[in-house]
């Protein structure tokens, strides 16, 4: 199977006259004891806004794919979070490689207390690349929603700044790490966290929808 064979239906997927196949989005299942399940509602209502404010077609249920299984090639997005350990085999990181490199677009989302495991375990993916951090004028910042002052905080943890990073491959960002600001949680279903309010959990939508955009127009 070739990693590139949803390149094109991906084009008609945000087409306004045609109604596409469902496609599903999927949360990936990792190894090393961290909490790969957590934000258990987040991607479910992400879709849904989605398929309501950008016209995508996206089946309502998120898949759940490992990083070594062949499956991973039918999923045009891939979600990521958890709060502690992750740990890819060489398999495992070959295989998710060669799904980026093949046109696949992989969301990590720091939950608190990813960024230590993550970035040493994304080596293993791309040894030549480093995190970068995207400037408020990236195209991603650009979709159907406008955020020009980049990535928005969602939840407050160390005071630090929100960050968007990204692992960009050949010119095409393959992988966006969001770190700092805990997006998904913001996509969870309202009343998960006590004192979330409506307009945050807008913002972390909005922000979701626009990597959703971005990863299948890019």
Known sequence: MKPQFFFVSLLVILSASFIPPSYKLAKLKYNGGGDWYANRTALSNLIKFSNKNLGTNFDVEEAIVEASSPEIFNYPFVYMTGHGNVEF????????????????????????????????????????????????????????????QGLPKIHE???????????????????????????GNGWEDPGTYAGDTEETRLKALRMGANLIQYALTQ
């Open 89 to 148: 085999s060489k398999e495992e990181a070959q295989n998710l490689r060669t799904y980026l490199v093949g046109g696949g677009f992989l969301h990590i989302d720091d939950n608190y207390g990813l960024d230590k495991f993550i970035r040493p375990q994304m080596k293993k993916v791309f040894p030549e690349l480093n995190f970068l951090e995207l400037p408020a004028n990236h195209p991603i910042y650009k979709q159907k929603f406008s955020f020009p």
């Open 157 to 183: 943890h160390d005071g630090k700044r929100p960050q968007g990073l990204a692992l960009v491959y050949k010119g095409r960002v393959v992988c966006y790490y969001t770190y700092e600001s805990d997006l």
